[in-house]
T-cell receptor
């Protein structure tokens, strides 16, 4: 596609439920990032995929968070047993993965945990 | 630990005024970028700077990368309501993991 696509755009869930957020990056982009943004503040790094390398998971806040990237393209961020503090906008970005690293972002998935 | 600290955190100014936003770190970056984000959208790249001391101009916006490649500034001349948004700096330390700053929320009042 022409841009980075994220779904769902909005998700409301009950505390304790699992959620899956999807990211479809720009075709040909080898790098894919997930960030979390709370209340219009800065972006908190979660996880980074680059080609076939092992992902950099150093930003995942707990073992309830996981992500995978299938076939070097689509990525899914899974949050298990959601908590109210997980409420935020989850942003996905992709890049060519080389040179000056220009990130193209999706519009984000807004998660609300009741 | 926040690698990139931005100041000020919030800024509300009148149309026509000038402003400067700062992005500071104790780490060295191979490149630094500035993004602007509007409500309900993802951040959009404004500029990338890669050389210490580099200055780039984009219409009324001037970006500077510090000589030591640890800090940067964004200066806006004669701000307009269309400049309103969240400004984010982001640094790459050379192994592709991009870290974002704390953000500066700018409001330009007509």
């Amino acid at each position: 596609g022409a841009g980075v696509s994220q779904s769902p755009s909005n998700k409301v869930t009950e505390k304790g439920k699992d959620v899956e957020l999807r990211c479809d990056p720009i075709s040909g982009h080898t790098a894919l990032y997930w960030y979390r943004q709370s209340l219009g503040q800065g972006l908190e790094f979660l996880i980074y995929f680059q080609g076939n390398s092992a992902p950099d998971k150093s930003g995942l806040p707990s073992d309830r968070f996981s992500a995978e990237r299938t076939g070097g393209s689509v990525s899914t961020l899974t949050i298990q047993r959601t908590q109210q503090e997980d409420s935020a906008v989850y942003l996905c970005a992709s890049s060519l993965g080389s040179g000056a690293n220009v990130l193209t972002f999706g519009a984000g998935s807004r998660l609300t945990v009741l | 630990t926040q690698l990139l600290e931005q100041s000020p955190q919030f800024l509300s100014i009148q149309e026509g005024e000038n402003l400067t936003v700062y992005c500071n770190s104790s780490s060295v970056f191979s490149s630094l970028q500035w993004y602007r984000q509007e409500p309900g959208e993802g951040p959009v790249l404004l500029v990338t700077v890669v050389t210490g001391g580099e200055v780039k101009k984009l219409k009324r916006l001037t970006f500077q990368f510090g000589d030591a490649r640890k800090d940067s500034s964004l200066h806006i001349t004669a701000a307009q309501p269309g400049d309103t948004g969240l400004y984010l700096c982001a640094g790459d330390r050379g192994y592709q993991k991009v870290t974002f700053g704390t953000g500066t929320k700018l409001q330009v009042i007509p």
